[in-house]
C-alpha cells in the first residue's frame, strides 16, 4: 500500500513511507512454509521421539516443540517487532501533531460520554419523582389496554367524535331550530314573550339531549344489550332509552298541544263579523298546523339522532378507553416536558462543544491526515498479523503434537512420555487429550 505525502517535512517522509511500505509488505509465509511448515514439523517429532523419552510440561509443550515450534515463532515474531519499531520511530517527528489530534477526538467522545450521563441522570430524576411514578404507571396501563383494543379491532381507532368540541356546537344547532320551530306557538300560547322563551329553550334541551341518547343507545345497541351484558347493565340501558323516549313525548306532546291551543285561539279571534266577508281572513286548520308542525320537531330529532349515531363508537368501553389513554397521556407528555428545557439545554452545550473540538480536529488533521492514517492502517496491520501468528503456532503445535503421538503408538513400548510436574508416565492418548496452551508456553 502506498501513500503520497505532502508536508513541510519532506526529509522526514523518506523513512517513514520505507518503514510503512516494509510494515504492510510484511507476512508470516516464511514462517509457515519454513520451519513451521507440516513436513519439518514431522520430522523434528520423529527426531525427538528417537531419543525414547519424550517430557512434557504443565503447557503440553514437549523440550523439542520449544525448538521446533516456539523458538522459530520468537524469532520471527522479534522481527515483525523491529519493523513497527522502525515505523514508530520514523513516526516520531510527527508525533506532537498526531497526539494532539488524538487527545482532542478523545475529548469529542467525552463530551459524548457526558451528555448521556447527563441526560440519563435527568431522566432518573425525573423518574424518582412518585408523582411521575403514578402518571407513568397510569399512562403505561392504559396504554396497554388501548392497544388491545387496536388489536381486537384491526387497528381501528375508536369514533370519539361526540367527544370533541364541534359535536356539542351542532348539538347546540339542533336545540336553535327547535326553538325557531315551536317560539311563535308558545307565545300565542302562553301570551307571555319570557315564558315563551323559557318553554321553548327548555324543550329544545330536552329534544336534543333525547336525539344524542337515542343516536348512541342505537349505534351501541349490539354491545349495550348483548348476552354477555349482566342483567344490571342491560337494565340501566333500558332506563336510559325510556328516559329519552319518554322526553321525546314530552317534547313532540306539549308542542303539538300548543300548536292545537294556538290554532284554536286563531280561530276563535275570526269569529267577528266583517262588512269585507272572508276577505282578509287566514283559513286556520289545526290538524294541518299540529302535524307541520310534530314533522318539523321529528325532524330536528332525526338530525340529531344521526349527528349523535356518527359521533358515537359501536363498542362504549373502547371509547371509554381511548378518553382514558388520551388523558394520561397527555399528563404523561406534560410531565416528560417539565425536563424538556434542561435536556435541550444539555444538548445544545454539549453539541457546540463537540462541534468546536471536531473542526479543531479537522484542522489540524489537515498537516498530519495521511500520517495519522499510516498509523491507523499499521494498528489494524498489527492486530491482523499478531492473530495470524498465534494461530500459526498453535496449528503447528497440534502438528507437532499429533507427530509425537503418531511416533508413540507405531513404536509402543520404545518411547515413553513423562509428566515433567510429577514424573508419571502418560499414555499417548492422554497427551493428546492435554489442553495444548502454546499462547501461555511462548
Known amino acids: 500500500m502506498s501513500a503520497a505525502i505532502e508536508t513541510s517535512n519532506p526529509e522526514a517522509l523518506i523513512p ?51 525448538v521446533a515450534v516456539i523458538s522459530p515463532a520468537e524469532e520471527e515474531i522479534s522481527r515483525w517487532r523491529d519493523l513497527l519499531n522502525r515505523f514508530y520511530v520514523a513516526l516520531q517527528p510527527f508525533k506532537d ?20 450521563d447527563r441526560l440519563a441522570a435527568i431522566e432518573e430524576e425525573l423518574r424518582g419523582d412518585p408523582k411521575y411514578h403514578n402518571i407513568d404507571e397510569n399512562y403505561q ?36 331550530t327547535e326553538c325557531f320551530v315551536n317560539y311563535h306557538s308558545f307565545n300565542m300560547f302562553w ?39 349482566s342483567s344490571a347493565e342491560r337494565w340501566g340501558a333500558w332506563r336510559m332509552f325510556g328516559i329519552s323516549t319518554a322526553a321525546l313525548a314530552i317534547v313532540l306532546g306539549f308542542t303539538g298541544w300548543a300548536r292545537w291551543a294556538a290554532a284554536i285561539e286563531s280561530i276563535h279571534g275570526q269569529d267577528v263579523g266583517s262588512v269585507l266577508g272572508d276577505i282578509g281572513i287566514v283559513q286556520v286548520n289545526p290538524m294541518r298546523d299540529v302535524f307541520i308542525s310534530l314533522i318539523a320537531n321529528v325532524g330536528a330529532w332525526m338530525v340529531g339522532v344521526i349527528i349523535s349515531y356518527a359521533g358515537h363508537d359501536p363498542d362504549p368501553e373502547y371509547m371509554v378507553i381511548t378518553k382514558q389513554f ?29 462541534e468546536d473540538k471536531d473542526n479543531a480536529v479537522k484542522t489540524r488533521l489537515g498537516s498530519v491526515k495521511t500520517q495519522m492514517d499510516m498509523s491507523t492502517q499499521v494498528e489494524i496491520r498489527n492486530e491482523s498479523i499478531m492473530h495470524d501468528w498465534r494461530q500459526s503456532v498453535q496449528v503447528a503445535g497440534e502438528v507437532y ?7 508413540s503408538v507405531a513404536n509402543k513400548g520404545q518411547v515413553t512420555l513423562v509428566d515433567k510436574e510429577t514424573g508419571r508416565n502418560i499414555t499417548p492418548f492422554d497427551y493428546k487429550n492435554m489442553n495444548l496452551n502454546l499462547r501461555a508456553a511462548v
Open 16 to 66: 517513514l513511507n520505507e518503514a510503512y511500505a516494509q510494515v504492510m509488505a510484511y507476512s508470516l509465509t516464511s514462517l509457515r512454509n519454513g520451519n513451521l511448515n507440516p513436513e519439518q514439523l514431522a520430522k523434528s517429532a520423529y527426531e525427538e521421539t528417537s531419543f525414547g523419552q519424550v517430557t512434557v510440561d504443565s503447557y503440553g509443550v514437549t523440550s523439542g516443540m520449544r
Open 97 to 116: 501533531a498526531l497526539d494532539g489530534v488524538k487527545n482532542l477526538q478523545n475529548e469529542v467522545v467525552e463530551v459524548k460520554t457526558k451528555k448521556e
Open 141 to 176: 396501563r392504559s396504554r396497554q389496554r388501548y392497544n388491545d383494543f387496536r388489536d381486537k379491532y384491526k387497528n381501528r381507532s375508536a369514533t370519539m367524535f361526540c367527544k370533541t368540541w364541534p359535536y356539542p356546537i351542532l348539538l347546540f344547532l339542533v336545540l336553535l
Open 191 to 229: 301570551g307571555v314573550p319570557a315564558v315563551a322563551l323559557g318553554t321553548t329553550i327548555i324543550l329544545g334541551i330536552l329534544l336534543a339531549l333525547a336525539a344524542h341518547l337515542h343516536g348512541e343507545l342505537i349505534k351501541q345497541w349490539s354491545n349495550l344489550f348483548a348476552p354477555s351484558r
Open 326 to 354: 388520551q388523558g394520561h397521556q397527555k399528563a404523561w407528555e406534560k410531565m416528560q416536558a417539565v425536563m424538556k428545557s434542561r435536556r435541550q439545554q444539555v444538548i445544545a452545550a454539549a453539541d457546540k462543544e463537540i
Open 401 to 407: 503434537r499429533d507427530n509425537i503421538v503418531k511416533a
